[in-house]
């Protein structure tokens, strides 16, 4: 059975970093891509990063190039987002997901496998 959990999120001021991990088991880690999705009050579930099984091949949304950066480490069978220049509209409940394809997909139907979330709270 595939599990995933995030940790991580908090609370923190505008301008400021968090780091979050999402550690999978129950499968091979290595053979899949992943991706990072966010959900905030009211809102539809949107696309933040996502990459590919390697790790060679990495895609994020407009809103946050420049500032969030996705990462794995596949010997620890885990996947980072590390978000920077945080801002309030960044507040959100972060899932990490897992495709059954090695490539990565801006899609949150292509994934198979979602974590439980972990808030972020990004105060002004």
């Known amino acids: 059975q595939v599990q995933l959990v995030e940790s991580g999120g908090g609370l923190v001021q505008a301008g400021g970093s968090l780091r979050l991990s999402c550690v999978a088991s129950?499968?091979?880690?290595?053979?899949?891509?992943m991706g990072w999705f966010r959900q905030a009050p009211g809102k539809e579930r949107e696309f933040v990063a996502a990459?590919?099984?390697?790790?060679?091949?990495?895609a994020a949304a407009d809103s946050v190039k420049g500032r969030f950066t996705i990462s794995r480490d596949n010997a620890y069978s885990t996947v980072y987002l590390q978000m920077n220049s945080l801002k309030p509209d960044d507040t959100a409940v972060y899932y990490c997901a897992s495709r059954s394809s090695p490539m990565p997909s801006v899609n949150s139907y292509d994934y198979r496998y979602w974590g439980q979330g972990t808030q972020v709270t990004v105060s002004s």
């Open positions: 990459i590919s099984a390697s790790g060679a091949n990495t």
């Open positions: 129950g499968r091979t880690f290595s053979n899949y891509a």
